[in-house]
T-cell receptor
């Protein structure tokens, strides 16, 4: 029973390059969430997606960041033209439902640690 | 505004001692509350959650938490800490689309 999978676990990019982070939710989960954790801080919500739909992107920076969750394949968080301030751990979570019950619980992946040189 | 406060940034306890980690929240509706643990370089593992019902919630690894609506608190407790409990602990409050996390409490356990 695989949990949430994220890859790569570590990613190094130079300023101006693109970063692509992948997330495969738990089996049967169709709700995906992305969070960012800056050093010495808690997790901050970025975006919530269902298959082929962005439901809530209120935490996404307005520029350079985008997310998708296609019908087939993993969810992708894409950061264009990375800057040093993008260095952080990016966590993906998935849930079975958002119906207001215990099945809304979000389960987290191991994270991708992005370092921008 | 919705928020979660973990007032203790660092806590040090001796192995075998009891532990209480504090969490206070501000949330407009009935909150869903969670505690997660994060070991260095790892992801978040769910310790326990509160959705409704009994306000004393049992979790994994011997942890429990008590929801006190009057105090807007959801403190995490363990009667006897083990060295392997050293980690960072995050309290979170959940809404329909997102969780709001506290800034975490880093637990150090002395042998």
């Amino acid at each position: 029973n695989a949990g949430v999978m994220q890859n790569p676990r570590h990613l190094v990019r130079r300023r101006g390059q693109e970063a692509r982070l992948r997330c495969s939710p738990m089996k049967g989960h169709s709700h995906v969430y992305w969070y960012r954790q800056l050093p010495e801080e808690g997790l901050k919500f970025m975006v919530y997606l269902q298959k082929e739909n962005i439901i809530d992107e209120s935490g996404m920076p307005k520029e350079r960041f985008s997310a998708e969750f296609p019908k087939e394949g993993p969810s992708i968080l894409r950061i264009q033209q990375v800057v040093r301030g993008d260095s952080a751990a990016y966590f993906c979570a998935s849930s079975l439902t958002t119906s207001g019950s215990s099945t809304d619980t979000q389960y987290f992946g191991p994270g991708t640690r992005l370092t921008v040189l | 505004a919705q928020s979660v406060t973990q007032p203790d940034i660092h806590i040090t306890v001796s192995e075998g001692a009891s532990l209480e980690l504090r969490c206070n929240y501000s949330y407009g509706a009935t909150p869903y509350l969670f505690w997660y643990v994060q070991s260095p370089g790892q992801g978040l593992q769910l310790l326990l959650k509160y959705f409704s019902g009994d306000t004393l919630v049992q979790g994994i690894k011997g942890f429990e938490a008590e929801f006190k609506r009057s105090q807007s608190s959801f403190n995490l407790r363990k009667p006897s800490v083990h060295w392997s409990d050293a980690a960072e602990y995050f309290c979170a409050v959940g809404g329909a689309n997102k969780y709001i996390f506290g800034t975490g409490t880093r637990l150090k356990v002395l042998a």
